[in-house]
């Protein structure tokens, strides 16, 4: 497990504000002002990777201010990067206010001031969002152009902004499973992503080295073949066409990736037999045949599928079902 958890419940009513207000204050210097500090109600997960800081946040209505004081008395010289899951929060900051749809991705500069805060802070309604700190000077594009996207409504539902957006949330849905010494790799991944983002909002690519650029093109990769594992036509070759490189390149750009020394078969593969262990582990299915669980993850031919399964996961698909399923079984009163 890696990074910092705070619920709201685990301290003295009497104290949450302070504690939450403390959390927050470890990445950034704002004043906190909120309508429900008496009876405050919050979550946040604190990830630290490296440089990078990405922290989900739910919490009743907050304003977060940070004044021209307070910057001139300190500035981290950060980027912050917001994707909100809620609506109701409305910035004002580079000289412009926006409001906020779930989805939306907005940028803050820390050198500059800004007033974070909620449409209707009387209204007892959760915000949810999460936050991505990184340092200015890791961001390899001329600070004047990121000004250009300062405090604008920048879509998480298409291209690299979706997948920033599915792998910040990613990242929290596999907290409990990460372990500390992931965090380095974790957080350059997301600096790559960023910065592989505003470069393609800005037509700025050019100005990204080329580990940069490699590692947003692998992540658009494999994200493009989870969304594809069902279909049988998803091969290295029909990946390649899909993203206008060449097979060779597709190989090497892998290679180059993966620290397993797979090939891009074997992990489409290895991905593919992943979601069948995931469909034979839910309860919901467990009436389905396995053969007909296989077929759907591209295994038609069911000695070869449980060849492949056994060598995995080192029990045949039978055996894997009962066990997973075992723990689902009502038990017998006494």
Same mark, same amino acid.
């Given at each position: 497990?890696?990074?910092?958890?705070?619920?709201?419940?685990?301290?003295?009513?009497?104290?949450?504000?302070?504690?939450?207000?403390?959390?927050?204050?470890?990445?950034?210097?704002?004043?906190?002002?909120?309508?429900?500090?008496?009876?405050?109600?919050?979550?946040?997960?604190?990830?630290?990777?490296?440089?990078?800081?990405?922290?989900?946040?739910?919490?009743?209505?907050?304003?977060?201010?940070?004044?021209?004081?307070?910057?001139?008395?300190?500035?981290?010289?950060?980027?912050?990067?917001?994707?909100?899951?809620?609506?109701?929060?409305?910035?004002?900051?580079?000289?412009?206010?926006?409001?906020?749809?779930?989805?939306?991705?907005?940028?803050?500069?820390?050198?500059?001031?800004?007033?974070?805060? =909620?449409?209707?802070? !009387? *209204?007892?309604?959760?915000? &949810?969002?999460? #936050?991505?700190?990184?340092?200015? /000077? @890791? +961001?390899?594009?001329? =600070?004047?152009?990121? !000004? *250009?996207?300062?405090?604008? &409504?920048?879509? #998480?539902?298409?291209?690299?902004? /979706? @997948? +920033?957006?599915?792998?910040?949330?990613?990242?929290?849905?596999?907290?409990?499973?990460?372990?500390?010494?992931?965090?380095?790799?974790?957080?350059?991944?997301?600096?790559?992503?960023?910065?592989?983002?505003?470069?393609?909002?800005?037509?700025?690519?050019?100005?990204?080295?080329?580990?940069?650029?490699?590692?947003?093109?692998?992540?658009?990769?494999?994200?493009?073949?989870?969304?594809?594992?069902?279909?049988?036509?998803?091969?290295?070759?029909?990946?390649?066409?899909?993203?206008?490189?060449?097979?060779?390149?597709?190989?090497?750009?892998?290679?180059?990736?993966?620290?397993?020394?797979?090939?891009?078969?074997?992990?489409?593969?290895?991905?593919?037999?992943?979601?069948?262990?995931?469909?034979?582990?839910?309860?919901?299915?467990?009436?389905?045949?396995?053969?007909?669980?296989?077929?759907?993850?591209?295994?038609?031919?069911?000695?070869?599928?449980?060849?492949?399964?056994?060598?995995?996961?080192?029990?045949?698909?039978?055996?894997?079902?009962?066990?997973?399923?075992?723990?689902?079984?009502?038990?017998?009163?006494?």
């Amino acid at each position: 497990m890696i990074g910092t958890v705070f619920r709201s419940e685990d301290v003295p009513a009497a104290d949450r504000f302070d504690y939450w207000r403390e959390l927050i204050a470890r990445t950034r210097s704002n004043d906190f002002i909120s309508t429900h500090s008496a009876e405050f109600w919050g979550e946040l997960r604190l990830l630290e990777l490296g440089p990078a800081t990405v922290m989900k946040v739910s919490f009743l209505p907050t304003r977060f201010r940070r004044s021209t004081r307070m910057v001139r008395q300190g500035d981290q010289e950060l980027y912050h990067l917001t994707l909100m899951l809620d609506e109701g929060m409305a910035l004002d900051h580079a000289d412009r206010t926006t409001g906020f749809a779930p989805g939306d991705l907005h940028i803050v500069d820390s050198s500059r001031p800004y007033d974070f805060r =909620p449409a209707d802070d !009387r *209204e007892r309604r959760v915000v &949810r969002g999460i #936050g991505l700190d990184i340092p200015k /000077a @890791l +961001l390899p594009l001329p =600070p004047h152009r990121v !000004r *250009e996207l300062l405090n604008r &409504r920048l879509s #998480g539902h298409e291209g690299i902004g /979706a @997948l +920033l957006s599915d792998h910040l949330t990613g990242l929290h849905r596999q907290a409990d499973t990460l372990q500390p010494a992931d965090a380095p790799r974790l957080g350059r991944v997301v600096q790559d992503l960023l910065a592989a983002w505003l470069a393609q909002l800005l037509d700025a690519e050019a100005a990204l080295p080329p580990e940069t650029r490699q590692q947003a093109l692998t992540e658009r990769i494999r994200a493009f073949v989870q969304q594809n594992l069902h279909d049988p036509e998803l091969t290295p070759t029909a990946i390649a066409a899909a993203h206008n490189i060449s097979l060779s390149y597709l190989h090497r750009v892998f290679r180059q990736q993966q620290t397993q020394g797979e090939t891009v078969a074997a992990w489409i593969r290895g991905q593919r037999l992943e979601g069948v262990r995931r469909d034979l582990s839910n309860p919901a299915l467990r009436t389905t045949p396995i053969h007909v669980i296989a077929a759907r993850w591209n295994f038609p031919r069911p000695a070869d599928f449980t060849r492949a399964f056994r060598t995995a996961y080192g029990v045949s698909p039978k055996e894997y079902r009962l066990r997973a399923l075992s723990q689902f079984q009502p038990q017998e009163s006494a």
